[in-house]
């Protein structure tokens, strides 16, 4: 048996630890376990390692602060590049429509202002093309196309009001969402390339429409030229004069060339209008003729020359033209004049005669009846009296003559002239 009664199985056993505290007459002791050292130990460690944890963190706090406020920094930097760039986007963006917006306003001027012009010329070319209708006949050497005025140019003129133009307002940021009937936004370029194609369509029309006024002045006044010319030389060709003072100042010619382009339409619609006075200035000197037939309709039953006389049956000269017509039938005068004798006279039986100026007399022999008197003033058509077979006759008829200077001329010739020229007055 082991002495200090410790088992030989099991091995020998640690004594506990023991603490002995005295303090004067007192003397305390404990005992420490296995358990408790191993706590105590763990919190020992558990203390150091805070401690040294902590510690570290006071070290190494600054350098991980400087670190996150430079992250920080690079972060906020590239936000604010990135805002910088957006807001230079934007402000790219804005220009550009404040320039598209700025260069549509511009074409938009440039269209009202040609659109007045174009209305303002419709109001003056009104009343000339009224009166180049009324007065320029078709020439009968002329085409159809180039004879007839073009019919279309008075419903063109009024084209320029089917597009609608108005003006942006300075906040519109969409520079062309007036020419769209689309709700939703285009693109800046299909809305630019839309509306550059809808400019070029109503430039080419407006275009279109100065080119058709131009034309049908052009045509008009061609037309009235031509016509003057005829009248001027179917006049001439028959010896019959034309008013000496008429052509003093236009005895011009060459072709047109205005010094500005601007000028054509002016220049044109001056040039329409000298051809209207000129032709009006020939129909007038032709209209004071005495180029109408007094009855129309009717046969010549003995012309004017040298002719067997029907009461002696020896040669004597005709002074005029004999046209079958039934007693009362009303002889009308052929241009417009001044009576100058109303009454019998000799072999004329009941006769009128009518001064028509420049040396032109015309006489109405035979009549029935008289219904004018001396001085009376006659426009081209008025009835003078009935016609009849008074005086040195053998039956109802009416005896014309045309005078010159009191000297007899060939009715016939004015009568030929008259049917030429009928289709230009």
């Known amino acids: 048996m082991n002495v200090t009664g410790q088992s030989a199985v099991f091995g020998r056993r640690k004594e506990p630890h023991t603490v002995i505290i005295a303090r004067g007459d007192e003397i305390r002791h404990f005992t420490i376990r296995p358990w408790v050292a191993a706590f105590c130990g763990s919190a020992l460690a558990a203390i150091v390692i805070g401690y040294l944890l902590a510690t570290s963190y006071l070290v190494l706090r600054d350098d991980l602060i400087g670190a996150t406020t430079a992250r920080q920094a690079r972060m906020q930097q590239a936000y604010e590049d990135r805002i910088s760039a957006l807001r230079a986007q934007v402000d790219r963006i804005t220009s550009r429509q404040l320039l598209d917006q700025q260069l549509m306003e511009t074409k938009v001027s440039e269209l009202l202002e040609r659109q007045s012009q174009l209305s303002q010329r419709h109001g003056r070319l009104g009343p000339i093309l009224d009166r180049a209708e009324s007065e320029v006949g078709t020439p009968p050497a002329a085409s159809s196309a180039a004879a007839k005025p073009d019919q279309r140019a008075d419903a063109t003129v009024a084209q320029p009001q089917a597009y609608t133009v108005a003006s942006l307002g300075a906040g519109d940021s969409r520079p062309f969402s007036l020419w769209s009937t689309r709700s939703d936004p285009l693109p800046s370029d299909t809305a630019a390339d839309r509306a550059d194609k809808l400019f070029v369509s109503i430039n080419e029309s407006l275009k279109a429409i100065e080119n058709q006024q131009l034309t049908r002045i052009a045509t008009l006044a061609d037309n009235a030229y031509k016509n003057a010319d005829a009248i001027s030389q179917t006049l001439e060709a028959a010896g ?67 002719r067997t006389d029907p009461i002696l049956g020896t040669a004597a000269l005709h002074s005029g033209m004999d046209f079958r017509a039934p007693i009362g039938m009303p ?95």
């Open 240 to 306: 019959l004069p034309v008013d000496s003072d008429f052509g003093d100042e236009r005895d011009v010619g060459g072709p047109l060339i205005p010094v500005d382009s601007s000028m054509m339409f002016d220049s044109k619609v001056r040039e329409l209008d000298e051809a209207l006075d000129a032709l009006d200035h020939l129909k007038k000197e032709a209209q004071r003729l005495p180029l109408a037939n007094p009855a129309p309709g009717h046969s010549v039953t003995s012309p004017f020359g040298v």
């Open 331 to 425: 002889a009308k005068v052929t241009a417009p004049g001044v009576v100058v004798k109303a009454g019998w006279n000799g072999g004329y039986g009941r006769m009128v005669e009518v001064d028509h100026g420049q040396g032109f007399a015309t006489r109405y022999g035979h009549l029935s009846e008289i219904d004018v008197k001396v001085g009376q003033k006659l426009a081209a058509g008025d009835v003078i009296g009935k016609t009849g077979s008074s005086g040195r006759s053998t039956g109802p008829h009416l005896h014309y003559e045309v005078r010159h200077n009191g000297e007899a001329i060939d009715p016939l010739r004015f009568l030929t002239v008259g049917k030429k020229v009928a289709q230009y007055l």
